[in-house]
C-alpha cells in the first residue's frame, strides 16, 4: 500500500454500488470491537440493507464515500445523534494505520460547517482518538453505553469540535 503523502484520498456521494462494501467491511470481528458501538448483528445483510436504505433516504444526514486512490476504503457521515451534530465513520481494516481516516476527516469537516460538532469513541480506540485529535477535536466528556460488538457496557469519551477549531 501506498504511502498516504503520496496517495489520494477523496470523498464522494455514497451509492448504492458502495454498500456491498461497505457490508463486508462490517464483518471483520476486530474492526467491530474496536468501533464498539455497532449493528446487533453485523452478518444481518437485511438490517444492513434497510440501515442504509434510511441512511441514503435522509437528506439530513451528509455521508460520504472515502476512496483511496480510488478504491473504496469506508465511510464518514454527519448526523444529529443524542440531540447534537455528531460525525462518524468506518475504514476498512485492511487501510487503518495510513492516515486514511485523518485525512478524509479533515476534508470531510471543510464541508461540514456545522459547529459544534460531536463524536464519541470507545476509550480503548487510542488510533481514533488520535484521527479526531488531530482534527482539532477536544474531549469533552464521557459516557458508558452498551456495546453490540463487546456484549457489555464500554466506556467513551465525548469529543467536540468547536467554532473556531476547523
Given amino acids: 500500500m501506498e504511502n498516504i503523502v503520496t ?3 477523496q470523498l464522494r456521494d455514497v451509492i448504492e454500488e458502495d454498500l456491498p462494501v461497505f457490508f463486508v467491511q462490517q464483518l471483520d470481528s476486530a474492526a ?5 458501538f455497532t449493528a446487533k448483528d453485523p452478518t444481518d445483510r437485511d438490517a444492513f ?8 433516504g435522509d437528506k439530513t444526514i451528509q455521508k460520504k464515500t ?12 454527519n448526523f444529529e445523534q443524542f440531540g447534537v451534530p455528531a460525525v462518524s465513520y468506518w475504514i476498512g481494516k485492511e487501510y487503518w494505520g495510513n ?3 485523518t485525512k478524509a476527516l479533515s476534508k470531510f469537516l471543510d464541508h461540514v460547517k456545522t459547529r459544534p460538532l460531536y ?7 487510542i488510533a481514533s482518538i488520535r484521527v479526531l485529535q488531530k482534527c482539532n477535536f477536544k474531549i469533552s466528556g464521557e459516557d458508558k453505553g452498551f ?12 469529543l467536540i469540535l468547536d467554532t473556531n477549531d476547523h
Fill in 66 to 77: 472515502i476512496l483511496f486512490n480510488g478504491h473504496i476504503v469506508g465511510h464518514i457521515s
Fill in 147 to 158: 456495546s453490540n460488538a463487546r456484549t457489555e457496557d464500554v466506556e467513551e469519551f465525548i
Fill in 32 to 36: 467491530n470491537y474496536m468501533a464498539a
Fill in 119 to 125: 463524536a464519541r469513541v470507545a476509550k480503548d480506540n
Fill in 49 to 56: 440493507t434497510a440501515h442504509w436504505v434510511k441512511v441514503l
Fill in 7 to 9: 496517495s489520494d484520498v
Fill in 99 to 101: 492516515g486514511i481516516a
